[in-house]
């Protein structure tokens, strides 16, 4: 098994976006499990809000519900488990215009 890379995200990688983008999404190349898999978002101020992921989703996918966002710079982070038993991070920068 391999550990879990990356395949796809809403909002992509430097994705310019409206400020209504409602959830935040990441497929993954494998299942990964939710329950220790982590989503986090950091504000244009440097602030910090750890996301609620959903569930219901597939097995590939975790994502989470997002508020309206101001105009700005912003980070996603993320941290996953993978079935092998790998934790695998990044980030995906984004900015709302
Ligand atoms: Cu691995």
Redesign the pocket.
Known sequence: ???AVLFESTPARNAIIGGHLGIVKLRFNVRVDASRSRLALVFPGGSFEALKLRSQEPADVVAADVSDLPPGHYDLKWQVL?S???ITQGDIPFAVK
């Open positions: 098994m391999a550990h993978a092998d038993g790998h």
